[in-house]
């Protein structure tokens, strides 16, 4: 008699056998268990399966799509993602910004500061943000000073005119020339 062990892959703890063509990038880290089981752990990624109204023949994870705006049009709230930052090119980060799964924007060392609405890639309740900052420092270091910095900040905030005021913020996320590692921060905010 011949037995067969079937292994599973698992993304972030949700069971994916079903997930095809699809690449995650970033992964934290991969585990193949004593089963043979393989535990991708990837910050950003949310797994959703499809409603109970689908056959089950056809069912299987998909990646956590973005969410309507008549979703977004539920929030009370407005969400502001702001960078600032002290001579953010010396830093040398690269950072991806991810809401919900959903990549959002890219913030270049150096580049101006950024103010950017983020409102419509939330929804009531649990949200997560990751912040994968990526150190480029390839014709050599600028600086490792931990005065040159590049900070993100996400909050609750309102605009007038040419001015956005954060009145709670939520997130504060910062990389400085002292630092040489690749880093993912994942967030959770709650959405309201």
């Not at 079937?6 to 268990?33: E, H, M, P, W, Y």
């Not at 990549?103 to 950024?114: H, L, M, S, T, W």
């Not at 309102?158 to 630092?179: H, Q």
Request: proline fraction near 6%.
């Amino acid at each position: 008699m011949l037995t067969l062990l079937l292994a599973s892959v698992f993304l972030n703890g949700v069971n994916i056998d079903g997930l095809r063509s699809q690449k995650f990038d970033k992964c934290r880290t991969v585990r193949i268990d004593e089963r043979g089981d393989v535990h991708l752990d990837c910050p950003g990624y949310q797994v959703e399966h499809p409603p109970a109204a689908v056959p089950a023949s056809t069912s299987s994870p998909a990646l956590a799509p973005l969410l309507p705006s008549a979703v977004a049009a539920a929030m009370t709230k407005r969400y502001w993602l702001v960078t600032d930052e002290k001579d953010g090119a010396a830093a040398q980060y690269d950072v991806d910004v991810f809401v919900n799964a959903k990549f959002v924007r890219k913030i270049r060392a150096g580049e101006p500061q950024v103010v950017l609405e983020i409102t419509r890639y939330l929804h009531p309740g649990v949200n997560k943000v990751l912040f994968a900052a990526t150190k480029r420092a390839d014709g050599g270091r600028k600086s490792a000073s931990p005065a040159s910095f590049l900070k993100m900040v996400v909050g609750e905030g309102d605009s007038g005119g040419n001015t956005v005021t954060i009145d709670n913020p939520l997130i504060e996320s910062k990389r400085t020339a002292a630092e040489t590692e690749n880093v993912n921060e994942e967030f959770t905010i709650q959405g309201r």
